[in-house]
Each structure stands twice: as structure tokens, then as C-alpha cells.
Nanobody
Framework: QVQLVESGGGLVQAGDSLRLSCAASGRTLSTYAKGWFRQAPGKERELVAAITSWGSTNYADHAKGRFTISRDNAKNTLYLQMNSLKPEDTAVYYC????????WGQGTQVTVSS
């Protein structure tokens, strides 16, 4: 069983940066595909960025050039560096890990004011 706990969200102004963290416990995530998703009020959950077990990354168009996904296998932690934040980035951000099944964290709120 895998437990994922996100942190690092908060209230920031447009143009600011945040770094989200997702700490995993229960199993090492080095062999899992991992990602960050977000869900804004009234909208479906959507992919932000993903990273494979071998380190290949993929970004949604809205994240390209502003967000960076990374992992620290030694710390069993996934990160999302978010720069140049916009009000439309306001959402609950969830981390995700997949190996045979999907695991989700509880989410962390990111609010960007204009």
C-alpha cells in the first residue's frame, strides 16, 4: 500500500512561484509512473505533468515552460516547481503514482490572486 501526502500549496500573487512536494510512504516509488493533476472548482481533474520511472517527463500545454516535475528517489518524494503562476492555476493539486493501480494524495490547495 502506498500513502501520498502533498504539501507546499498556499495563497500567492500572480507571477509568484511555489514548489509542491509529495512524500510517499509504504513503498518506494522509483518504479512507479508519477504525476501531478489539478482540479479547479466546477471542472474535471486534469493532468499537469508526469514523469516515468526512467525520468521521461510530459507536460500539459498550460504547464509547459512554467512548471517542472522532478523526483528524489532517495527521499521517495515527488516535486512540482511552479513559476509565473496565473490566477487560472488556482486549483487543488494532487499527486498520483501508478503501478498496477493508481494511488492519490489528499491534495493541496493553490490559490493565485490577480
Amino acid at each position: 500500500q502506498v500513502q501520498l501526502v502533498e504539501s507546499g500549496g498556499g495563497l500567492v500573487q500572480a507571477g509568484d512561484s511555489l514548489r509542491l512536494s509529495c512524500a510517499a510512504s509504504g513503498r518506494t516509488l522509483s518504479t512507479y509512473a508519477k504525476g501531478w493533476f489539478r482540479q479547479a472548482p466546477g471542472k474535471e481533474r486534469e493532468l499537469v505533468a508526469a514523469i516515468t520511472s526512467w525520468g521521461s517527463t510530459n507536460y500539459a500545454d498550460h504547464a509547459k515552460g512554467r512548471f517542472t516535475i522532478s523526483r528524489d528517489n532517495a527521499k521517495n518524494t515527488l516535486y512540482l516547481q511552479m513559476n509565473s503562476l496565473k490566477p487560472e492555476d488556482t486549483a487543488v493539486y494532487y499527486c498520483n503514482a501508478v503501478l498496477n493501480r493508481a494511488y492519490w494524495g489528499q491534495g493541496t490547495q493553490v490559490t493565485v490572486s490577480s
